[in-house]
């Protein structure tokens, strides 16, 4: 069955760093992309970065861009985000997200086809 698992995350101060990982296992096919998403209380979910596993290239949210960067292993089938320069407005909870169905767009979270548990980044001021 499939898993995507993901680690890392937690509090930190405005100016610090944090890094995600996530790793999926036991997909029908290897990743096409991976993507990392998150929400804010209150807000909608949002597109922060996302990286084709075949080419490398990644995009990034102009919010998170230049301070946030998305890379891969090996295995194409794992995922890190480094965020760097974390600010207040980061806080939220941060979704992996894998298997862009084909055509979809790797901005919205519903062409994705599987999904991390979620894990939290707050960040204090």
């Known amino acids: 069955h499939v898993e995507v698992v993901q680690s890392g995350g937690g509090s930190v101060q405005a100016g610090g760093s944090l890094r995600l990982s996530c790793k999926a296992s036991g997909l029908p096919r290897d990743s096409n992309c991976m993507a990392w998403f998150r929400q804010a209380p209150d807000k909608a979910r949002e597109g922060v970065a996302h990286i084709y596993t075949n080419s490398g290239l990644s995009y990034y949210a102009d919010s998170v861009k230049g301070r946030f960067t998305i890379s891969q292993d090996n295995a194409k089938n794992t995922v890190y985000l480094q965020m760097d320069s974390l600010e207040p407005e980061d806080t939220a909870m941060y979704y992996c997200?894998?298997?862009?169905?084909?055509?979809?767009?790797?901005?919205?979270?519903?062409?994705?086809?599987?999904w991390g548990q979620g894990t939290q980044v707050t960040v204090s001021s």
């Open positions: 997200a894998t298997n862009l169905d084909d055509g979809g767009s790797a901005w919205n979270g519903a062409d994705f086809a599987y």
